[in-house]
């Protein structure tokens, strides 16, 4: 079973950027869509961005224009790179295939300060 783990969650400054990692441990990134998501404690947990199998990228709306995904095929990584970081933007981040996902994985904290 391919698993997926996320990386990169920090303690930034409202304005700052991040970017976090998805590491596959198998290649799936030709076959699946990935998608990265963020949940809030108490809320249920958000779709962000997907990229697809063969790289096409959506980004859903209320953080268009401040994040992208993308990928690195040799090191089987998902990116997403968040700019102008907002405090709203404090999350917990994950990665999963999309639309099917399988098991979470531990996520990775991101934490903006005003």
């Known amino acids: 079973q391919v698993q997926l783990v996320e990386s990169g969650g920090d303690l930034v400054q409202a304005g700052g950027s991040l970017r976090l990692s998805c590491a596959a441990s198998?290649?799936?990134?030709?076959?699946?869509?990935v998608a990265w998501y963020r949940q809030v404690p108490g809320k249920q947990r958000a779709l962000l961005a997907i990229l697809t199998s063969e790289g096409s990228p959506t980004v859903v709306e209320s953080v268009k224009g401040r994040v992208t995904i993308s990928r690195d095929n040799v090191k089987n990584t998902v990116f997403l790179q968040m700019n102008r970081l907002e405090p709203e933007d404090t999350a917990t981040y994950y990665c999963?295939?999309?639309?099917?996902?399988?098991?979470w994985g531990l996520g990775t904290q991101v934490t903006v300060s005003s």
């Open positions: 999963n295939s999309w639309p099917s996902f399988g098991p």
């Open positions: 198998g290649n799936i990134l030709g076959f699946h869509a």
